[in-house]
């Protein structure tokens, strides 16, 4: 168990229409990522916050939102759904090693699809 | 950029050795591993920084060149515990910190 959480564990909706995904990072952790993990692609990285500012931004469509609240638990919302966004979505939060590198720590995953 | 891994699969007895390998086309200052069984999360497994350290974990180890910007993963006396897809990440020099993640190698280790 990383310590990440993520709710719900499946999601399955139709096209059109819009879901928001939930995660929480570690204890203590302030950066929270999402991944999107499609059939025979790797994890492709969306967007990442840091204490509830955005710190960069990857893959993402602009179907697709996120933001992180107060208590640094972080929202994934995608919108005018398509039958290519089915896939496993992932959050991470991260610790600073001392070499000045993130060590990530993924949640299990929403699994999301769409009929 | 995504760095790209080889093999795609490797199909192994208990016992046997193999080799996954992880390459790119930008200066690197990092390259993590880490292991995913199926519909689960990745799991951390190891980063290396440049310097070409190389790095252990019980019978699990990787190099890092960073001059030829490759890693490689070495899976000694593989168990059946480790098959999984493995992925490589990698943290480009003066870059965001957040890693670029290759396709994965699958591997299978069979009794």
């Known amino acids: 168990d990383s310590g990440v959480t993520q709710t719900p564990k499946h999601l399955i909706t139709a096209t059109g229409q819009r879901v928001t995904l939930r995660c929480s990072p570690r204890?203590?952790?302030?950066?929270v990522y999402w991944y999107q993990q499609s059939l025979d692609q790797g994890l492709q990285f969306l967007i990442q916050?840091?204490?509830?500012?955005?710190?960069a931004k990857g893959n993402i469509l602009e179907r697709f939102s996120a933001q992180q609240f107060p208590d640094l638990h972080s929202e994934l919302n995608l919108s005018s759904l398509e039958l290519g966004d089915s896939a496993l979505y992932f959050c991470?939060?991260?610790?600073?090693?001392?070499?000045?590198?993130?060590?990530?720590?993924f949640g299990p995953g929403t699994r999301l699809t769409v009929l | 950029q995504q760095p790209v891994q080889s093999p795609q699969a490797v199909i192994l007895r208990e016992g046997e050795d193999a080799v996954i390998n992880c390459s790119s086309s930008?200066?690197?200052?990092?390259v993590h591993w880490y292991r995913q069984k199926h519909g689960e999360a990745p799991i951390f497994l190891m980063i290396l920084l440049k310097g070409g350290e190389q790095k252990g974990h019980d019978k699990i180890s990787a190099s890092f060149n960073e001059k030829k910007q490759q890693s490689s993963l070495y899976l000694t006396a593989s168990q059946l515990s480790y098959s999984g897809t493995y992925f490589c990440g990698t943290e480009s020099s003066g870059g965001s910190y957040i890693p670029t993640f290759g396709r994965g190698t699958s591997l299978i280790v069979h009794p």
């Open positions: 991470a939060s991260s610790v600073r090693t001392s070499g000045g590198t993130n060590e990530q720590f």
């Open positions: 930008k200066a690197l200052y990092s």
């Open positions: 204890s203590g952790d302030l950066s």
């Open positions: 916050y840091y204490n509830g500012e955005e710190r």
